[in-house]
Each structure stands twice: as C-alpha cells, then as structure tokens.
C-alpha cells in the first residue's frame, strides 16, 4: 500500500507491507540514518522518533500507521533552535557520548523540556533512561539537561524582551 | 548490496546431519562451509574458531549456514523456513568441576613454600567466589559489509583489532594479506566485547560477497548478538589463605576455573592475566596458583572491561574483606597491614619498584566517604542486631586494586604495536596507528601527547582512519592499551620526529615500534618476566542500605580515588570512570545470566542496564601525579574494585558471607537464616 506522511517538514509517500517496521522505512526508504533499528524490539532507544508529536520507538511502530501523521526524526529536528539548544547545553556540561546514543538522547532531553521545562535531577534521570547506554555517566546528563533548561529560558526571554 | 542472514545449530553439541533450505527465490543463495574458497576458521590467540560449522557443533546457535539475498525480511522468513538436522551429544556445561578434555589452557605457578605455611598457619580461612557472564551492551551490535573495491577487498566493521580482520579473511578467501582492505568503523563502548567477534562476521561476509559477487552486508540484531556473540566468562575462584599470628598474611594457594564456552579463543589471555593478579594488592611469600580455562558448549565467552584481572581481584578483595572481619578488625587496617610494598615481590619474582599509593587513596576515599566511623557504627549495630530487622539496615565496604596496562601477554599479538608520525610542511600532524578509539577521549589523548612533544597547536594534529592500507599494525586495542602502549608510541614517534626537525627537509615521519622487554614464560611452576608497563591503583568505597522487608540492596554511595599518573583531562577522566562506576554496580545489582545449552530469547528480555534512577552519587578523586608519571590505563580500575566493596558492604549490611553478585534476595534470606 501507499501511504503519505509529514517527514520532517515534508509532504511524503512511501509504499509500505503490512510487516515493515517504521524504523525501516524511515532508514531504508528515506535514507535517514539517525534512525538505527539495533533491537527491533523498543529497548535500546536507538530508533526514538517524534510521532505525532510523542516520542515513540519506532521500530515498535508497523509503518502503515504512519499514514497522515507528522513525523520528526533526529534530521529533522536537528533544523531547529531547540536542537541547538540541546547540543550547546551537552557540550556545556561536558557530556561526551558515544556518537550512537547522542540522537537518542537529544530526543529524550527535548521530549522531557516540552513536558517539563524546569525538571528535577531524579525526573531527568527517569527519562532518560529510556536511551540507555554505557558511555555517559548520569552526573553530566543531568547536569546536561539543567544547561539546556537555562539556555532555553533565556532565549524565550529574550525573545519575549525584544 | 545483498544482506546475509545466519542459520544456525539447534542443538549445542554434536554434528550437522543434513540442511534443508526452503524453495529459494531468484536473486536468494544458501552458503556453505564447501563454498568458503579458503580456510574455515579464523585463528585468534592459538584457538580456532570455524566460520561456519561443519563436521561438529560446539554451541547452540552455531552457525552452520548462510542465507544471502536482496529483501532482509524475506530472508528472515527463508532462515526460519530452513530445517536443521544434527546428531546431538550430552554436552559439556559444567565448568566449576570438568573433565581433562574441557581444559582449554592451564596455568601453574608456585612462589615460597605454601605448605609450610599452611603448617604452621595460626588460622586458615577458605572461600569460593564466583562472577557471572556479562553482556557488553555495546553502542551497536556486531556487524560488517564487505565489497571489491578495484583490486581489493574491503571490508567495513566496528572492530578492536582491524589487522586480525585482514589476516583472517585473507586466509578466508585464500588470497593475500595485502589483497583485504579493513575500513573500521566507530567503535562507541566496546568494552572488550569486539576484539575477535567481528573477524568472523567479516569473514562471513567476504564470502557471501565472493560467492554471490555483489557487496554484502551482515548485521546482527541485538537479540541475536546478545545470545550468540561472546560475553564477559564466567569463573569460580577459591581461595585459601593462611595468617600469622597477628593477622598477617602469610600464604595463599588459589584455584581458578574460568568458563570460556566453546572453542577458547581468548582463553590463553584471560587465564595469563586473571592468574598474574591473584594475589590482588597483597604481599604474600608463599602462593600456590592453578588456573584453568575451561570450555564449554555455550557460546565462546571472552574479555568485558579487562581480560581476565577482575575475576581474581574481585576474589581476592572479597576474601580480604572475610578474612578481616572472622578476625575483627576494619579491613582497611588489615589491607593497610598486607599491602604489596616497595620491595615485594610479584608473583613473577619481579620487585616492585616503587612505594605503592595505598595509604595515600586509603586516606582520601575514608575522609570522603566518611568510611571510618560508618564502618565501626555499622559493625556496632551488626554485632547487637538478633534476627530480622523491621527498618532498612545499612553497610559499607573497601577494596583496594591495580591495573596492570601493557600489551598482550600471549598470542600473536604481544609484539605487533606500531605508530607512525609525520610532521608536514605546513607544521600539521599525522599520526597513524590502527589502534581503533572507542568512546573515552583517546584520541584527545594522543593528539595532547603529539601537539606537547611538536609543540604545535592541537587543531593541527589529526589521527587518520585506523584504515590498514595505511595505518600501521598497533594490535589489539583495548582502552588501557590505547592509552598506555599506544600513547607512548606516540609520544615517541614525535619525539624522534622532533629530534630530526631542524635537520631534515618536512615532511619527518617517524615510526615507534613496541618492544617487550621481558615476555612472560610460563616453565615448570614458575612465571617469569615483566607483565606490566604501567601500573595504576584505585581504593573504593560503596555504602549501601539494604531494605530489611524486600532485601532489595539500595547503594547510597560511592567513592573511587584513583592514583592513575599524568591524568591528561581530569573532567574527561572523571566523567568516563563515573560511566565505569556506574556499569560496575549494575554488574553488582541487576546484570547476569546464565548461558546454558540452549539459546532462550527470554534471558534477553529479562537482561537489561541499571535504571539511571536506581544510581547513588559517585564520587571520583585523583591522587595528585608526580611531574613526570606516565599516563597509565585506570578504565578497568571501577570493574576491580567497586564489586568487592559492594559485596562487603552487602555482607555487612546482611550479615552473612555472601560469595557472588549480583545476589538475589532469595540467596540473602538463605545466607542470613544459616548465620
């Protein structure tokens, strides 16, 4: 079957089977790498992606689901404020990841600041837990998070003065 | 690009009777041990494994056939379609207590006189611990792609030792070294877990390549990985150990059984280096040593986080802590009393050369921690308590370890670590090695150390890709190794690049080669040599409290002070030894299983990483480093030390004797009704 979806900003079709799995179209279908199928079984994280605006593991989603829905993989969302908000916050904590659990965790952070914009340390380390990974030590992520937090109070308020 | 999927034994010893493949559709082939155009097996440490199984089977899951094709789905539905048939056998999955025929490798070594010492011992004191498989939980699971580039076959995969791909398809496919190209791919944590395993895929893979005569590409998902691909080994470790009047030390005889599944390919290494470190931190005259790889018919088991030493040394801290209570005293001031100082003696008859930092860490995690008077109110309350109590009961514990870093102590790879410097006319860097970086700042490492020696900015130094038509050969590389070994290769090759730079026209490249300047020889009892180029130590501390209705262990903190010499970025340092910590006491409270003869998809269901939440703070110090101390390898130091402290910690708050972790409730209600 054919079904259209927004990716990222844009109108897009994709011929689907009843079987495949979200996380292969996106990576296979759309060559978008970010989004890795490493479990296939929605532990590992490595495949969170915006699905109608929750964050969903999407090698858990069958695509034909997808139909007329807004999608938001980490490309996409690498194309706004709030992404270099979460980069600059990371790199001001010091956070050094592995290269394969940084996207998942991006999108981890960014779910939780648009539910919570000010979370506690124990609420950052509950969520992000859903990326889990040997490579960052929970000290940085959460001290990570608290950066992004007050990077993006100040921009809305600047944006507010202005 | 075709995708390669595996058919694998269903039965975990025997022998392939026959293999039914479904109806293959166009563009579909099978692949066969008769259609690998040269040798079967990949050679890693003196053991082999076969690429593809043919006459015998040795684990459930072994592969016995491929299936390559276009669609991955379709080819899941054709692997799942294909039926194997094989003779089956009882197989071997003792290892505590085997048979001659499972003994992959033996190590003997005696110093002293043991059996005077036991003679004459005022008490003697014996215990058996045991550590659990361990699942890497890398970034990405093992994979690799293979395709002809021009002349050449290349090869993509995320591996610790890119030269040992090349060798191993070459001998696969029966060409020359020179004819393979290895193009690694980012390693992210590893922890030891791709030192050998993705030489198979990629052998796998260059076959189905040649054979179908189109790219190929095997990845394995994460539920196959974690069944099939090697774990941290198991071992059981008793340890007997006699004292003197006063509480010291005065012998130890120790027996090492190490389970490394089916075919033993690190078992050499694992064995060499868990015996080297048996005694731990402590100076003792007379020891006994037998050590034993033995296999399996579970999948090969292999290195997590160091090859080998943490099996001893958590074993040996964990007695140190039993023999210190049984005679009632802190075992901070029992381990001050024993520990290995300047003039000891290794158990290679090697001196040790300098003060050790014991005293120096003991004082800076105690202050930190507070670890004194918790640990004599703690004993206070244990001492008093009767029975079960109503509210949370608490402990703490010590432990004390080194890390050895230095190259291999066995195998083919103990001489081949090579890096090469070139300082080009526009004063930028280029430093070449194939020792693959991990996660961890490495490569920051080796960039500092180059732009020091050159006295050039760091922006203009650049590691190249660790490819191996270019990248000279510089071994395995495990995260102590790279930045050890392979750190001073670089320090060197600049230094000889430096030394020639006003002489000669740029580009000066320069090449450093490692030299062992005294192998390990294992002959008639006795072990030789210096194992060791850099030794690093650390102390930890872990609190816990044990909740006294669930008997659920809850940490509550630790503390690691680490003598790692010239530490290059202490923020960076800090930060990965906390990640370290962090996986060391889910090692300790929720990661284990039991691979057993067959494979059960449920084990991984049941296995995950330590919830974030469930973390105490961890606290990370440094001893300060003298000028001019090397930089030492100190990311294996949270996998020696902080088990033990936990298991001390555990034992105290329980009250028991507890032997192994992580510890199911069940196992603590035992051990508190027989005390």
């Known amino acids: 079957m054919t079904i259209t979806f927004i990716l990222n900003g844009e109108d897009v079709s994709a011929k689907v089977r009843v079987p495949d799995r979200l996380s292969d179209v996106l990576r296979d279908g759309f060559g978008l790498l970010g989004v890795r199928s490493d479990c296939r079984s929605g532990r590992c994280g490595r495949c969170l992606v915006f699905l109608g605006g929750s964050l969903v593991p999407s090698c858990l989603v069958p695509a034909f689901s997808a139909r007329g829905k807004e999608i938001v993989t980490i490309e996409g969302y690498a194309q706004t404020d709030d992404y270099a908000d979460i980069v600059a916050g990371f790199a001001d904590a010091g956070v050094e990841t592995c290269g394969f659990c940084e996207g998942p965790k991006i999108m981890v952070a960014a779910a939780l600041l648009e539910r919570d914009p000010r979370p506690a340390p124990l609420t950052i380390i509950e969520h992000m837990s859903a990326a889990p990974c040997r490579c960052t030590d929970p000290d940085s992520l959460v001290k990570a998070v608290q950066a992004v937090a007050e990077r993006r109070a100040n921009r809305i308020y600047r944006r507010a003065g202005q | 690009m075709i995708y390669v999927q595996t058919v694998r034994s269903p039965v975990a010893r025997g022998s392939v009777r026959s293999i039914s493949f479904p109806k293959l559709p166009a563009g579909y082939r099978s692949i066969l041990p008769a259609d690998i155009p040269g040798r079967n097996g990949i050679v890693s440490f003196g053991a082999e494994v076969p690429i593809l199984a043919q006459d015998a089977i040795s684990y459930a899951g072994e592969p016995v056939a491929l299936l390559a094709g276009p669609d991955p789905l379709r080819l899941e539905e054709l692997v799942a379609e294909t039926k194997v048939l094989c003779d089956s056998v009882e197989p071997f999955l003792c290892w505590e207590s085997f048979s001659s025929e499972q003994v992959a490798v033996k190590r003997l070594a005696t110093t002293g006189d043991p059996e005077l010492a036991f003679s004459i011992a005022s008490s003697v004191l014996e215990a058996t611990y045991t550590s659990g498989a361990i699942e890497h939980y890398y970034s990405e699971p093992q994979g690799a792609a293979a395709a002809y580039d021009y002349d050449k076959i290349a090869i993509w995969s995320a591996t610790q030792w890119p030269y040992h ?202 202050a930190a921690s507070d670890y004194r008077r918790k640990y004599a109110g703690y004993e206070l309350v244990r001492k008093r308590r009767s029975g079960r109590s109503d509210g949370p009961i608490r402990g703490i514990g010590i432990s004390l370890a080194y890390q050895g870093a230095g190259p291999f102590l066995s195998g083919e790879a103990s001489n081949s ?196 939440n469930r973390l105490p703070p961890i606290s990370i110090d440094f001893l300060e480093a003298s000028g001019k101390e090397p930089v030492k390898g100190i990311g294996e130091l949270p996998f020696d030390t902080v088990p033990a402290a936990f298991l001390a910690a555990l034992s105290q708050a329980s009250d028991s004797a507890l032997s192994s972790l992580p510890v199911p409730a069940a196992t603590i209600l035992k051990a508190m009704e027989i005390l």
């Open chain 2, 165 to 366: 791909v090349r060798d191993s398809v070459a001998l696969a496919l029966g060409c020359k070294a020179q004819e393979v190209s290895v193009r690694p791919m980012k390693l992210g944590v590893h922890l030891d877990g791709k030192l050998w395993y993705p030489s198979l895929l990629s052998c796998q893979a260059a076959v189905a390549s040649v054979v179908c005569g189109r790219p190929a590409k095997i990845l394995l998902t994460r539920e196959e990985d974690f069944l099939y691909s090697p774990k941290r080994a198991r071992s059981s470790v008793s340890v007997r150990s006699a004292l003197g009047r006063s509480g010291e030390l005065t012998a130890l005889d120790i027996r090492i059984a190490i389970n490394v599944g089916a075919y033993a390919p690190l078992a050499e290494e694992i064995l060499s280096q868990a015996v080297l470190v048996c005694a731990g931190a402590y100076a003792c005259p007379n020891l006994r040593v037998e050590g034993y790889a033995v296999k399996t018919n579970t999948p090969p088991m292999g290195a997590f986080g160091g090859l080998g030493a943490s099996h001893s040394l958590f074993a040996i801290e964990a007695h140190a802590n039993r023999v210190a209570q049984a005679i009632g005293e802190d075992p901070a001031d029992w381990k001050s009393r024993n520990v290995l100082r300047k003039g000891s003696l290794l158990l290679t008859g090697e001196p040790i050369k300098e003060e050790t930092p014991y005293e120096a860490l003991l004082a800076k995690v105690a």
């Open chain 2, 417 to 612: 670590y090579t890096v090469e410097a070139t300082l080009n006319k526009d004063l930028g860097v280029r430093i070449l090695t194939s020792a693959a970086a991990g996660a961890g700042g490495v490569v920051e490492v080796w960039r500092q150390s180059a732009a020091e020696i050159l006295g050039v900015d760091l922006e203009k130094v650049a590691v190249a890709s660790p490819d191996t038509d270019q990248a000279p050969d510089s071994g395995p590389s495990t995260l102590s190794r790279n930045v050890s070994v392979v750190n001073r290769l670089v320090l060197r090759a600049c230094e000889a690049v430096q030394k020639r730079r006003f002489r000669d026209p740029l580009p000066i490249t320069a090449r450093s080669v490692h030299r062992v300047p005294k192998p390990i020889k294992w002959e008639g009892g006795q072990v030789s040599g210096a194992p060791f180029d850099t030794v690093a130590w650390a102390c930890a501390v872990v609190e816990l409290e044990l909740d006294a209705a669930t008997l659920e262990p809850r940490p509550l903190g630790v503390w690691l002070c680490v003598d790692g010499g010239k530490v290059v970025s202490p923020d960076r340092a800090k930060s990965a030894l906390r990640a370290s910590v962090a996986d060391a006491l889910g090692t300790c409270l929720a990661e284990r299983f039991e691979p057993g003869a067959g494979s059960d998809p449920s084990a991984y269901f049941r296995y995950g990483l330590l919830p974030l």
